[in-house]
């Protein structure tokens, strides 16, 4: 009896065992839509009616008058105390991320890639005001979640020690769990009138915001049907949600009075997109090469819509490079002479025994490129460099001499992914340009 039971106990063990793999199985095989994103679409029409593109005529560029308003929105944007008031020494720069779990995971990669990386404001604080499994439905209704805002984000922002007054810029990626029709146009159409509803919400709660990023999810195709949100997620409603961002921000390009972000009347932040980060599965978009491999990029367990560990730093390097290199975004992101009072100890702390030379212009750019930097020397320069690339521990893995007037790539696709350290020496001096890079690559 006591060895059936044994074998009772041990086949149930196994059962168990193999219903919690099977439960954590994606179907990776749904790796396509056969559908074409909205940055390779541009000009072209999905169904027949409705224009592709970031921005209006399909263009992936940002229409010069709002660029310009953005920018005008931008140069306001100035260290703040806790109360609001401009303190150019101890004053903050508060960009939150906002979105239920899946931007509050890619929020924190981005975090962690902000803190290593010596090129960035020190006036700076990237604060998480992410809530998981709470959507856009949760977030307009303040009446019945008023809870939403004052039990939880403004908490969430004092305990970065910082207050909702130093809030300046949002980013911004979620859904609705009220709408789960999908039905093209009325699904993206509804998640823009709630985009649209935020914005004011938004204002409110964050006095001197000026500037907020929408991003549509990224590829949905390997959501797990008996998963909760899958609804949500399934494409090609995560297809849609872009469709829902860009439309958002063409309403407020064309005049809508709800969207006036200057003036009397201003009634909204300013709003722009975020980083795109949808892709056809492994099918890469023609625009910028970005792919999503189940296996890879997804948590087994995660539902199809969390991220691995992998494919966070994927969609955080996507936000990177997308605050870096933004007209609107990258005048108060980056280090310049107007933030050098701010007090910058801790944003290079792990820079090893690196010294970074302020004094020596930054004329030579380092780019990530998927797997790769790319290094670009401009034909104005009188002297070639010598390149090396070190990992997170100080290992030497690239080393090449560099001629004025060209650009190189060195591919790091066979190391992990991870930290490198980019060294520039100039060949007629003893002096070194510093700069710090996240890579995701396949290992």
Excluded at 115 to 129: H, Q, R, T, W, Y
Excluded at 231 to 237: L, M, N, Q, R, S
Aim: hydrophobic share 40%.
């Amino acid at each position: 009896m006591q060895r059936l039971t044994g074998i009772f106990g041990l086949f149930i063990i196994r059962l168990l065992f193999s219903c919690t793999k099977a439960d954590a199985q994606l179907p990776c095989e749904n790796d396509t839509t056969h559908l074409t994103s909205i940055i390779d679409l541009q000009s072209d029409y999905y169904l027949g009616l409705y224009q592709g593109g970031l921005y209006p005529g399909g263009s992936n560029e940002l229409p010069y008058e709002h660029k310009e308003g953005g920018l005008a929105m931008a140069k306001k944007i100035k260290p703040l105390d806790s109360l609001g008031n401009v303190d150019w020494e101890n004053g903050k720069v508060v960009f939150a991320g906002m979105g239920a779990s899946t931007a509050g995971n890619a929020w924190n990669n981005f975090i962690d890639l902000v803190n290593v990386d010596s090129g960035i404001n020190p006036c700076l604080e990237v604060v998480n005001a992410c809530l998981g499994a709470k959507g856009l439905d949760v977030m307009i209704d303040t009446a019945e979640n008023g809870w939403y805002w004052y039990d939880e984000i403004m908490p969430r922002i004092l305990n970065k020690g910082v207050t909702r007054h130093q809030v300046q810029a949002v980013w911004i990626k979620t859904a609705s769990k009220a709408d789960t029709i999908l039905e093209f146009p009325l699904y993206p159409a509804a998640i823009a009138d709630k985009y649209a509803a935020l914005m004011p919400i938004l204002r409110d709660s964050f006095p001197n915001l000026q500037l907020v990023f929408v991003s549509g999810f990224f590829y949905g195709g390997y959501a797990d049907p008996r998963k909760e949100f899958y609804d949500i997620v399934k494409e090609p409603g995560s297809y849609w949600t872009n469709f829902a961002v860009k439309w958002l921000v063409e309403r407020q390009i064309v005049g809508v009075p709800e969207l006036a972000y200057a003036g009397i009347g201003a009634k909204s932040p300013w709003v722009g997109w975020g980083p795109h980060v949808w892709a056809d599965g492994t099918h890469p978009n023609e625009t910028d090469g970005l792919y999503w491999d189940c296996e890879v990029d997804f948590q087994p367990d995660g539902g199809g819509y969390h991220l691995s560990n992998t494919g966070k730093l994927k969609e955080a390097s996507l936000l990177l490079e997308w605050a870096r290199t933004n007209p609107v975004t990258r005048k108060w992101f980056l280090d310049g002479p107007e933030w050098t009072s701010c007090d910058p100890d801790g944003r290079t702390a792990d820079g090893r025994n690196f010294t970074i030379d302020s004094n020596i212009p930054d004329i030579y750019k380092v780019y990530v490129y998927q797997s790769s930097l790319l290094l670009e020397i401009p034909s104005t320069a009188n002297t070639q460099v010598n390149w090396e690339i070190y990992d997170a521990v100080g290992n030497l893995v690239h080393r090449q001499e560099v001629a004025p007037g060209t650009t190189v790539t060195a591919n790091l696709s066979h190391h992990a992914s991870g930290l490198f350290i980019s060294k520039i020496t100039y060949a007629d001096r003893m002096e070194s340009q510093i700069t710090k890079h996240m890579l995701y690559t396949s290992r």
